[in-house]
């Protein structure tokens, strides 16, 4: 389309946005000059095409057929309904465009619908949604990747969920002044979005709205605005934003992975969650005065009696001294800051929340202070620098992957009074050579220490009854194992992959997992009398040469496959194992000698 024209169409717009931080809808009484009741007029020329309807439902009969692969701006004047948004998402979804000789060039629309009327009626235009008065409706232009600007009709109150949704070449829009909602993901991954100037009269704008639109670097927030959703502009380009004076609620991570340096609360406003999520670049956080919910020192956010550490921005380095009155530290309050080194919490601190310091790959020091005595889930996870650790006195569970991926991790002190180890606690903490586990411990939960390749020595103390599902797989390091007496469940590949030469099963073990011991080096086992049920290929591809199994009467028995190694049973009890179910499938039942 001749860029002249285009610039004198949308001419107006581009001065008036100009001349003020809050754009206004441009006028269209000047474009226009006829009774829209006394006839329907279609006009064309070039690329460009101006469609006039009397009635909804006409678009694509008044449009003229030849301009389907060739029109780049379609201006429409008069009552739309779902008919009508059912061929413009046609349109807008074409697979070329066509010059007036038949030649390909770029396949874009631009749309002007301003002096359009949204009005119910007519078919569904998307799935089972249909139009409503005044609305831009639910998934409206979903997907729609030829679309390339849109002037949206004058009296336009809401945007619905995800109405422009995967319109991916979509670079600019302009609202009226009469929009005052935005809906959940509007916008969402309108990758080329750079342009959009939202109304005053905007009060809410939903969660992933602007996600993923990563072309978008500016944004005045509206002075009405009340709510903004989680992740509302998250993954953007912004690099700052003034929140206004009377916005109610942010959502969690509306921020999130932006460019974002300082961020300025307001006294109105509380943060879901009481977290902005993944910041990597913010540096300060400060608080209005008065606020109901925050206060800030030194950058932080804490909450309104500053007993409780909230978030500590992601772009602040080095080293941080927590304030000595604070008692708890927020799930994710230090999460993902790669710059932080090293925390010193006061004596006060007695809980910590979920993944507090998680993803802090830059961490090398932290101590947990004396009178901790609940923490949560992935507290250091992902913490790639952390070196040691010492675990409080007062915690008797190591919640869900409290050091998963602490890859440079070589000691825990782990104290009396833990009675579980819980899932992942240890996962893929490949420098851990050696760990004494507590007495009290009773239960090694499912991957506990999964992966830890360098793991050469454990003791697992005096009380542990069960062993989770993978909770020693892939410890290839490690040759030899006493289990306790204690032990009475082996669960599915617990130490399948692992690097066992030699391993004690205990006289009171009763079950043993499927592929337990699977790919091990194992060369003999012993299966005590106790043992009552034995999973599928316990001991697969382990170049077994003796098989024992001690219990008089032959214990329950999944799939055999390996059944070549010689099986050694109570002399008494050859005849049995002879006909009991896959027991009878080894090729040799011996007595034990």
Same mark, same amino acid.
């Given at each position: 389309m001749n860029k002249l024209l285009r610039t004198l169409l949308l001419l107006g717009v581009t001065v008036m946005v100009a001349m003020s931080a809050n754009a206004q809808y441009y006028s269209t009484d000047r474009r226009y000059s006829y009774d829209r009741s006394r006839y329907r007029h279609t006009s064309s020329y070039g690329d460009v095409c101006e469609v006039r309807l009397n009635r909804a439902g006409e678009l694509e009969e008044q449009m003229a057929p030849?301009?389907?692969?060739?029109?780049? %701006?379609?201006?429409?004047? *008069? #009552? %739309?309904?779902? !008919?009508d948004f059912k061929f413009l998402q046609k349109l807008l979804k074409r697979n070329r465009c066509v010059d007036d000789e038949g030649r390909s060039v770029d396949n874009y629309v631009d749309l002007d619908l301003a002096r359009a009327l949204i009005v119910g009626g007519g078919d569904s235009y998307y799935s089972y949604y249909r139009t409503a008065h005044? @609305?831009?409706?639910?998934?409206?232009?979903?997907?729609?990747?030829? %679309?390339? &600007?849109? $002037? %949206?009709? @004058?009296r336009v109150r809401v945007i619905a969920d995800d109405a422009f949704r995967y319109c991916g070449n979509l670079e600019e829009v302009i609202m009226p002044p !009469?929009?005052?909602?935005? =809906?959940?993901?509007?916008?969402?991954?309108?990758?080329?979005? &750079?342009?959009?100037?939202? #109304?005053?009269? $905007?009060?809410?704008? =939903?969660?992933?709205?602007?996600?993923?639109?990563t072309s978008l670097k500016e944004m005045d927030l509206p002075p009405a605005l009340r709510t903004i959703g989680d992740d509302a502009f998250a993954n953007t380009r912004l690099t700052q934003v003034r929140l206004p004076s009377r916005l109610q609620s942010l959502g969690n991570g509306a921020f999130a992975k932006t460019n974002i340096r300082s961020l300025f609360i307001p006294a109105s406003t509380q943060i879901a969650g009481n977290t902005l999520g993944r910041m990597a670049y913010l540096e300060n956080i400060e608080v209005e005065n008065g606020s109901d919910f925050y206060t800030c020192e030194n950058g932080a956010l804490y909450d309104r009696d500053g007993t409780t550490l909230l978030y500590f921005p992601q772009g602040k380095g080095g080293s941080f001294a927590v304030p000595d009155d604070v008692t708890a530290i927020a799930a994710n309050a230090f999460a993902a800051n790669e710059r932080l080194t090293a925390v010193h919490l006061p004596a006060s601190v007695t809980s910590i929340g979920d993944k507090a310091f998680? *993803?802090?790959? =830059?961490l090398e020091q932290v101590v947990l202070p004396p009178r901790v005595n609940t923490f949560g889930n992935s507290m250091f996870a992902n913490c790639s620098r952390l070196r040691e650790a010492a675990i409080p006195d007062g915690i008797t569970v190591l919640p869900y992957s409290t050091f998963e991926n602490c890859s440079s991790l070589t000691g825990v002190e782990l104290p009396e009074g833990i009675v579980s180890i819980g899932e992942k606690a240890f996962e893929k903490c490949g420098a851990l050579i050696s760990i004494e586990l507590p007495s009290t411990l009773t239960k090694l939960c499912e991957k506990a220490f999964h992966d830890c390749q360098s793991l050469t020595s454990i003791d697992l103390g005096t009380s542990l009854t069960t062993i989770g599902k993978e909770a020693l797989r892939g410890t290839k390091a490690l040759r030899s194992v006493t289990l306790?007496? !204690?032990?009475? !469940?082996? @669960?599915? @590949?617990?130490?399948?992959?692992? *690097?066992?030469?030699?391993i004690n099963l205990p006289e009171g073990l009763i079950s043993i997992g499927d592929n337990a011991l699977r790919e091990t080096q194992l060369r003999t086992l012993t299966i005590p009398a106790s043992v009552r049920e034995i999973g599928k290929k316990i001991a697969e591809k382990c170049k077994l040469e003796r098989i024992t199994c001690l219990a008089p009467t032959p214990p329950k028995l999944d799939k055999v496959s390996d059944n070549k190694t010689p099986l050694y049973v109570p002399a008494a009890s050859v005849d049995t194992y002879k006909s009991e179910k896959n027991w009878k499938n080894f090729k040799q039942i011996l007595p034990i000698e």
């Amino acid at each position: 389309m001749n860029k002249l024209l285009r610039t004198l169409l949308l001419l107006g717009v581009t001065v008036m946005v100009a001349m003020s931080a809050n754009a206004q809808y441009y006028s269209t009484d000047r474009r226009y000059s006829y009774d829209r009741s006394r006839y329907r007029h279609t006009s064309s020329y070039g690329d460009v095409c101006e469609v006039r309807l009397n009635r909804a439902g006409e678009l694509e009969e008044q449009m003229a057929p030849d301009m389907f692969d060739r029109v780049r %701006l379609l201006v429409v004047d *008069g #009552p %739309l309904n779902g !008919t009508d948004f059912k061929f413009l998402q046609k349109l807008l979804k074409r697979n070329r465009c066509v010059d007036d000789e038949g030649r390909s060039v770029d396949n874009y629309v631009d749309l002007d619908l301003a002096r359009a009327l949204i009005v119910g009626g007519g078919d569904s235009y998307y799935s089972y949604y249909r139009t409503a008065h005044d @609305e831009v409706g639910q998934s409206m232009f979903y997907s729609c990747n030829r %679309l390339r &600007s849109v $002037v %949206l009709p @004058e009296r336009v109150r809401v945007i619905a969920d995800d109405a422009f949704r995967y319109c991916g070449n979509l670079e600019e829009v302009i609202m009226p002044p !009469t929009v005052r909602a935005l =809906g959940n993901g509007a916008f969402y991954s309108c990758s080329d979005l &750079s342009r959009i100037f939202l #109304p005053d009269g $905007v009060e809410s704008i =939903g969660k992933d709205c602007f996600e993923d639109c990563t072309s978008l670097k500016e944004m005045d927030l509206p002075p009405a605005l009340r709510t903004i959703g989680d992740d509302a502009f998250a993954n953007t380009r912004l690099t700052q934003v003034r929140l206004p004076s009377r916005l109610q609620s942010l959502g969690n991570g509306a921020f999130a992975k932006t460019n974002i340096r300082s961020l300025f609360i307001p006294a109105s406003t509380q943060i879901a969650g009481n977290t902005l999520g993944r910041m990597a670049y913010l540096e300060n956080i400060e608080v209005e005065n008065g606020s109901d919910f925050y206060t800030c020192e030194n950058g932080a956010l804490y909450d309104r009696d500053g007993t409780t550490l909230l978030y500590f921005p992601q772009g602040k380095g080095g080293s941080f001294a927590v304030p000595d009155d604070v008692t708890a530290i927020a799930a994710n309050a230090f999460a993902a800051n790669e710059r932080l080194t090293a925390v010193h919490l006061p004596a006060s601190v007695t809980s910590i929340g979920d993944k507090a310091f998680a *993803g802090c790959k =830059g961490l090398e020091q932290v101590v947990l202070p004396p009178r901790v005595n609940t923490f949560g889930n992935s507290m250091f996870a992902n913490c790639s620098r952390l070196r040691e650790a010492a675990i409080p006195d007062g915690i008797t569970v190591l919640p869900y992957s409290t050091f998963e991926n602490c890859s440079s991790l070589t000691g825990v002190e782990l104290p009396e009074g833990i009675v579980s180890i819980g899932e992942k606690a240890f996962e893929k903490c490949g420098a851990l050579i050696s760990i004494e586990l507590p007495s009290t411990l009773t239960k090694l939960c499912e991957k506990a220490f999964h992966d830890c390749q360098s793991l050469t020595s454990i003791d697992l103390g005096t009380s542990l009854t069960t062993i989770g599902k993978e909770a020693l797989r892939g410890t290839k390091a490690l040759r030899s194992v006493t289990l306790p007496a !204690t032990v009475s !469940t082996l @669960e599915k @590949e617990a130490f399948r992959s692992s *690097g066992l030469i030699d391993i004690n099963l205990p006289e009171g073990l009763i079950s043993i997992g499927d592929n337990a011991l699977r790919e091990t080096q194992l060369r003999t086992l012993t299966i005590p009398a106790s043992v009552r049920e034995i999973g599928k290929k316990i001991a697969e591809k382990c170049k077994l040469e003796r098989i024992t199994c001690l219990a008089p009467t032959p214990p329950k028995l999944d799939k055999v496959s390996d059944n070549k190694t010689p099986l050694y049973v109570p002399a008494a009890s050859v005849d049995t194992y002879k006909s009991e179910k896959n027991w009878k499938n080894f090729k040799q039942i011996l007595p034990i000698e």
